[in-house]
């Protein structure tokens, strides 16, 4: 447990790692897209209808993410709610220091450009800040202890099952955090008009084994395998193609943010998904090995 | 659903039908996506640029007349670097003209911009235009 659940048994230490924690998660996911050119501009220029609906979207994907992968399994949703309250703002208190540091935000600058680059970065800052949370050593060495002896009574983290709509969130969230680093760039529509249709099929092509290949395939840590008498095209039909489906649905939904499609033709568009979700399919496999 | 046990998922043999539902609407759907791209494929086969520009509106600004254009691409293959020139013509003489350049026309696909003009535009001969163009 990182922060105490109660006033009485409330740990200073805990807590104030905790929020290290988190802060070192959002500068880890996070300076990538602080250190990106069109993160600056979009934050600048981008229509603030759209802007408002990510921030918006934001909060359910924080708290629904806390409940998930937080720190700790038990916890209520109250204690979501207020972990997600203290990544997003952890989100904004990282990224805009870095921001003023590097000389990106200046004094003379109006605050329609100073808070709009500053929110567009805190989104990819307050994921990461909560993902660090629970990654980097979210537990204290009693909880790991615990983890490697019990077994037999019942511990929740020996056997859980996952719901299916939970492996689909978590394939949302790796998709997600792979396209947000990526989805602002100016290379994303370039390599689309480069390509043909045939190099597009072929992508398509790729991400499906790729992604298949990382879950089943692959003997990662975290890997999944088949009950035994399964085909593997049950599990290709089953979580592949929706995970697929769901990277796909994600990139357009970054790509339309960030005014990439634009007044862009039907097949165009289609292309952009392709490339994006490229990264975004190899970051939803990843999530459900890592996550 | 996916069991979780000692760090090893095994997925269920058994999935609930909506998993299987969600998996077929997935399918189609990425069969669709795929059918739309390769028909372009194969029946798309314009391999440079074909881009026509369109006067959208002109309007009295701080700076003079400004003039909202688009620039259309009717063929699949983008434009980048798309250099636009506007002119204000009486007859054959070209009494203003002022460029601009577009990052991208994509493909099927439109492109908006703005030139600003000195003069009123109203009532003589306005024409905006591409006039080149890099392959991206």
Known sequence: MTIATTRRDFDKRKFFAGIARGIAGALL????????????????????????????????????????VGFEETSTWRQAIRDASIAYALGIVSSAPILVAMGVIKYDQSPHEIIGMIALQAIPASIGAMLGRSQLGGQSNEDDNEKDSGGDDGNPVQERETSYAGELF????????????????????????????????????????????????????????LAEGTPSWHAFVRFTLPGYLIAGLISSYCLWTFHRIDDVGSTQILMTVVILSFPGAIGAAAARLIL | MTKVSNHRN??????????????AISAVIVLAVIVWIGKDGIADHDASPDLEGIVLQTEERSDGFQVIFEIRNIARATASQVKVRGEIKDEALVLESVETVL??????????????????????????????????
């Open chain 1, 29 to 68: 996911f996070a300076l990538p897209m602080l250190m990106t050119m069109e993160m600056w501009e979009l934050g600048v220029y981008m229509d603030r209808s759209r802007l408002f609906l990510l921030l918006l979207a934001n909060i359910p994907l924080l708290i629904i993410l806390s409940d998930r």
């Open chain 1, 170 to 225: 978590l394939m949302a969230v790796g998709a997600l955090f792979l396209n947000l680093n990526v989805a602002p760039t100016e290379e994303m529509i370039l390599l689309s008009y480069k390509m043909t249709p045939w190099h597009a099929l072929a992508i398509i092509a790729a991400s499906l084994i790729v992604m298949h290949g990382f879950v089943y395939a692959l003997s990662f840590k975290g890997s999944h395998d």
């Open chain 2, 10 to 23: 095994i997925e269920t043999s058994d999935p609930h039908w909506i998993e299987w539902i969600i998996g």
């Open chain 2, 103 to 136: 990052d991208y026309v994509p493909g099927h696909s439109k492109a908006a911009g703005g030139l600003i003009f000195q003069q009123n535009p109203a009532g003589k001969q306005l024409t905006v235009r591409a006039t080149a163009f890099d392959e991206p």
